[in-house]
């Protein structure tokens, strides 16, 4: 199976600041890696899909990008909504068939 | 839209089952996969297996084979979720979730209690 690192566990980060959240995989994936954002008692949300995608009404502050084994999620500005914990996840052949992977996430708070 | 509509809270004893359903509503299961995905406490999220309904076509996370079952009915546009052998490590939030770029559409999670 396919393994999924992040890097780091947890950052702490003021208002305005540039984050960038690294991922890797164990193999190439090529660009079948997407990025959530995930509070406490909320449902998981999509902001950037296939490595550099960004999800129809995720803010522009959010991008993507990577291939392979290496990708990041950069956030330009951190906005006081985005304290969260954020994971990669990994697919293959969507959506016929393949498994599933999330990384362990990265825990963003407030300095 | 569609929205995904989970059924309630469980409480389950150890050894027993739980079965959770997701209703899609405002549309129907065309060409998209429903995968489940859990996150118990103080934990990340988990994926647990997916169905493409439209296919029958089935995956399972490897932990979880042998124990978990996902089907759907395409009839009543719902998927369900079911795990057995539950034991206390199995106390989790279950989401199910829409995949067609990334799971883009979200279940409001169920919280199973596995408890004695």
């Known amino acids: 199976d396919i393994q999924m690192t992040q890097s780091p566990s947890s950052l702490s980060a003021s208002v305005g600041d540039r984050v960038t959240i690294t991922c890797q995989a164990s193999?190439?994936?090529?660009?079948?890696l997407n990025w959530y954002q995930h509070k406490p008692g909320k449902a998981p949300k999509l902001l950037i899909f296939?490595?550099?995608n960004l999800e129809t009404g995720v803010p522009s502050r959010f991008s993507g990008s990577g291939s392979g084994t290496d990708f990041s999620l950069t956030i330009s500005s951190l906005d006081p909504d985005d304290f969260a914990t954020y994971y990669c996840q990994q697919y293959d052949n969507l959506p016929a068939g393949g498994i599933i992977t999330f990384g362990p996430g990265t825990t963003v708070d407030i300095k | 839209q569609v929205q995904l509509v989970q059924s309630g809270a469980e409480v389950k004893k150890p050894g027993s089952s739980v079965k959770v359903s997701c209703k899609a509503s405002?549309?129907?299961?065309?060409?998209?996969?429903i995968s489940w995905v859990r996150q118990a406490p103080g934990q990340g999220l988990e994926w647990m297996g997916k169905i493409f309904p439209v296919f029958g076509t089935l995956n399972y996370a490897q932990k979880f084979q042998g124990r978990v079952t996902i089907t759907a009915d395409k009839s009543r546009v719902t998927s369900y979720m079911e795990l057995s052998s539950l034991r206390s490590e199995d106390t989790a939030v279950y989401y199910c979730a829409r995949v067609v770029f990334g799971m883009d559409v979200w279940g409001q999670g169920t919280t199973v209690t596995v408890s004695s």
């Open positions: 193999q190439d994936i090529r660009n079948y």
């Open positions: 405002g549309g129907t299961f065309s060409n998209y996969a």
């Open positions: 296939d490595a550099s």
